[in-house]
């Protein structure tokens, strides 16, 4: 388990309300940000190296899949499924918490769950187990 401090909200953004200015001041901000990085390079590679970041520590269960160097068949037999099953397992959107750690387990790791709440310390979800 973490024990990562959780951010709570010291700046009260979540009782501030937008008013209709607020609104018409942010409306195109978006393509405003996208021409300012298109000229300038540095703002470019920045925001470039945190999406890098973020799509680093992001993984798919294909991606897990490969980074253990396994093939779909090799986990079907894993699984005791077919490998199309496993393909279809892989592209799911939704599945049942059983069926994700099994996936997991089968690729030799654990899953772990984390709850969050902003006013106390994180608790680990046990997943099946009691």
Same mark, same amino acid.
């Given at each position: 388990?973490?024990? /990562?401090?959780?951010?709570?909200? /010291?700046?009260?953004?979540?009782?501030?309300?937008?008013?209709?200015?607020?609104?018409?001041?942010?409306?195109?901000?978006?393509?405003?940000?996208?021409?300012?990085?298109?000229?300038?390079?540095?703002?470019?590679?920045?925001?470039?190296?945190?999406?890098?970041?973020?799509?680093?520590? &992001?993984?798919?269960?294909?991606? !897990?899949?490969?980074?253990?160097?396994?093939? &779909?068949?090799?986990?079907?037999? /894993?699984?005791?499924?077919? &490998?199309?099953?496993?393909?279809?397992?892989?592209?799911?959107?939704?599945?049942?918490?059983?069926?994700?750690?099994?996936?997991?387990?089968?690729?030799?790791?654990?899953?772990?769950?984390?709850? &969050?709440?902003?006013?106390?310390?994180?608790?680990?979800? !046990?997943?099946?187990?009691?």
């Amino acid at each position: 388990m973490t024990t /990562r401090k959780i951010p709570t909200d /010291r700046a009260k953004a979540a009782g501030t309300k937008l008013t209709p200015g607020d609104w018409k001041r942010a409306e195109g901000a978006h393509e405003r940000y996208k021409e300012l990085l298109e000229v300038k390079p540095r703002a470019k590679a920045r925001y470039n190296a945190v999406l890098d970041e973020i799509n680093a520590r &992001q993984a798919t269960l294909r991606r !897990l899949r490969e980074a253990r160097a396994l093939t &779909q068949s090799t986990l079907a037999e /894993r699984l005791e499924m077919d &490998q199309s099953e496993v393909s279809r397992l892989e592209y799911r959107s939704d599945m049942l918490l059983s069926t994700l750690k099994r996936f997991v387990e089968a690729t030799g790791g654990e899953l772990h769950m984390v709850v &969050q709440y902003p006013d106390t310390a994180p608790v680990e979800l !046990l997943v099946g187990d009691e």
